[in-house]
């Protein structure tokens, strides 16, 4: 994978701006704005704020074990995000060494890292540990990044791995992020990070990671084939239409999840607080001084205009065939990794999924975007999500 492709996967997580439309969309005349209506909701904790960081998959992968524990026992809890962080570039270092240099190194990582760490090392609180040892008030891994990145290529280019190279890699960590308590004492309690998580009543075995492509058999397990799945874990494939049926179950029996997505898309509004699939218009679409003003206007301006609203639009109806594509040509990336936990209607009637992000709340919806079916069809990676929430029709065709 080049480093221009990675570099411009790790801004989808770092800079929600890039994806932002600067320019306030033109109305539709006679048209109100968007008007979202809340239908069903799962109670989730605050909004968190990754900032300056590539890591969008343990936001969401905590946010998303919060509302499971919260569900669960009533416990509001706020989980050490940094603590996951820290623990997964220890082990994909080790990984990137054995491996001579040949697989992924970067701040992002997959649905999985997190049941990950919490199985192999475990859990902390965000009191305990906040990974913020560098003198700022809010994450920021640019620079961190850079030593990281600097000093595993310069370990991929030794002949011979001397036997300190590993506790130099841990001291770049301790220096950014601070060490990693052995034991910690908490509401009166004392714990290490395993007996804390263990504490906690979820199991990881009680969750799945989903997807839907072609170019592997469905209701079988594969890797998925994305660079930020440096665990190698395997993903169970299903239709896209079963997969939009276990997101709706979810939702309908109170499971929020783990939702991995493209938000590269023009139509990802994050600014606005949606993010739509719309149809291409076309000439013969138009008619009058509107097709006139139109066949005037060059390839870029219709480009533009075709993303320029804030209002209800007609979208594409997307296939499996076409998502396949979209995924083979590149079209699709994994980049970003949110929480969706609700289901809403526009003054349309039309069906959208409210996503919890970790791009702070300083936005329209403190920090929530609305996302319509057909983007969820056409631009979902991969959900991670309680096997419960498994229609049962569907979970039997599973091998």
């Known amino acids: 994978m080049n480093k221009l492709f990675l570099t411009l996967l790790a801004a989808a997580c770092i800079a ?143 002949r011979k791995l001397s036997s300190a190279w590993l506790t130099a890699f841990e001291g770049i960590l301790d220096a950014y992020f601070g060490k990693v308590p052995e034991k910690f004492d908490y509401k009166g309690k004392t714990y290490t990070p395993k007996s804390y998580a263990k504490s906690l009543g979820l199991s990881t075995d009680d969750y799945i990671a989903v997807t839907s492509w072609t170019h592997h058999p469905f209701y079988s397990p594969f890797i998925l084939e994305i660079p930020d799945n440096w665990v190698w874990g395997e993903y169970q494939n299903v239709t896209i239409d079963e997969l939009k049926a276990i997101a709706d179950n979810a ?26 699939m719309p149809k291409e218009k076309t000439e013969a679409d138009l008619e009058g001084t509107e097709l006139a003003r139109w066949v005037k206007l060059t390839d870029k301006e219709r480009e533009k205009e075709k993303y320029s609203f804030n209002y209800p639009i007609e979208e594409i109806e997307v296939t499996q065939e076409q998502r396949q594509k979209w995924f083979d040509s590149m079209e699709t990336t994994d980049d970003h990794g949110m929480v969706i936990m609700g289901i809403a209607k526009d003054q349309d009637g039309k069906l959208y999924y409210k996503v919890k992000n970790s791009w702070d709340s300083n936005q329209i919806y403190d920090g929530y975007i609305y996302v319509s079916e057909p983007y969820f069809r056409a631009k979902t990676i991969s959900i991670y999500v309680n096997k419960k929430a498994i229609p049962k029709d569907i979970a039997k065709k599973f091998k």
Request: hydrophobic share 35%; glycine share 8%.
């Open 251 to 276: 939702i309908e029996n109170g499971y929020s999840f783990v939702w991995a997505a493209d938000v590269s898309e023009p139509g990802w509004k994050w600014k606005e607080g949606f993010a739509v």
């Open 16 to 158: 929600p701006a890039a994806f932002a439309d600067d320019e306030k969309p033109k109305e539709k005349a006679d048209s109100a704005k968007f008007e979202f209506t809340d239908v069903k909701t799962i109670k989730t904790t605050s909004v968190k704020d990754q900032n300056k960081t590539g890591t969008c998959w343990c936001f969401a992968g905590t946010a998303f074990y919060e509302n499971e524990i919260w569900k669960a026992s009533g416990d509001s809890l706020d989980i050490s995000e940094m603590f996951t962080v820290r623990q997964c570039y220890l082990d994909k270092a080790k990984r990137y060494a054995r491996m001579q240099g040949s697989t992924n190194f970067a701040q992002g990582g997959s649905v999985l890292d997190v049941p990950y760490v919490w199985d192999n090392y475990g859990a902390v609180p965000e009191e305990v540990y906040a990974g913020l040892n560098y003198g700022e008030k809010k994450h920021d891994h640019q620079e961190m990044a850079g030593v990281l990145r600097s000093f595993m290529n310069s370990i991929s280019n030794s």
